[in-house]
């Protein structure tokens, strides 16, 4: 089964009616976004949809919301990160690790960083979503942590897997564009989760595109 996961607990967006569309969320923990009690509520409302938490931490930077690199040592991230899904942990007990933003994409191509995020994920006993052939699912595999491997619907992808950074052209997708991309992603056999932003005004629409097309691979 592949989930539909969208980030979500961030205090904006239309979260109420994009969980029920959701199989996972990946729920901010309060730092680049949000704050405690909006992570607490997003968490309940999470279990009373049977939707899966996950831990979404990012970047304590808030005028960037965490989408712009913070010179940290992989040792400084290693306790952001448990710091946060320590956070979350006190309402619902998270079933993955997904950081955000820079940090996800620092934990992509720093060796180090991946690894800090591994050892969290072992010691809460958590999955680790990364994209495939990229810093996290390798650092997963290393440790012997469940690796969920992600793609992106509604982001465009560069020749070499990454994504299209957000101030090119392309780089963000209309939801009808999001729902054949999400197909093709499904249809690889590459993907364990495929992902939208929660932030984003259209992300009802891609959602509802997205939820279209699993059926077609027997998600």
């Known amino acids: 089964m592949i989930l539909l996961a969208a980030d979500v607990g961030e205090g904006g967006g239309a979260d109420e009616l994009l969980l029920p569309m959701l199989d996972a969320a990946n729920v901010c923990c309060g730092a680049h976004a949000g704050s405690a009690a909006i992570t607490a509520a997003t968490a309940l409302r999470c279990t009373e949809l049977l939707v899966k938490v996950g831990a979404h931490p990012g970047y304590q930077d808030r005028a960037n919301f965490g989408r ?7 040792e400084q991230i290693e306790e952001l990160l448990e710091g946060q899904v320590a956070t979350l942990a006190e309402t619902v007990r998270p079933a993955f ?5 820079a940090l996800y994409h620092r934990c992509q191509t720093d060796a180090a960083a991946a690894a800090a995020a591994a050892r969290v994920a072992r010691r809460w006993g958590l999955a680790l979503v990364g994209q495939p052939e990229f810093g996290l699912v ?7 942590v469940p690796a969920w491997r992600e793609g992106y619907a509604d982001r465009g992808y560069r020749s070499d897997g990454s994504l299209v950074p957000r101030q090119e052209p392309g780089a963000v997708l209309d939801p009808n564009a999001a729902g054949r991309q999400a197909l093709t992603l499904a ?6 989760v495929i992902c939208l932003h929660g932030d984003s005004p259209a992300a009802l629409d891609v959602a509802a595109a997205v939820r279209r097309v699993l059926p077609k691979i027997g998600a």
């Open 187 to 192: 249809r690889s056999g590459r993907f364990d």
């Open 97 to 101: 690790l997904k950081p955000h933003g």
């Open 68 to 74: 712009a690199e913070v010179a940290l040592t992989a």
């Open 138 to 144: 390798a650092a997963a595999l290393e440790l012997g």
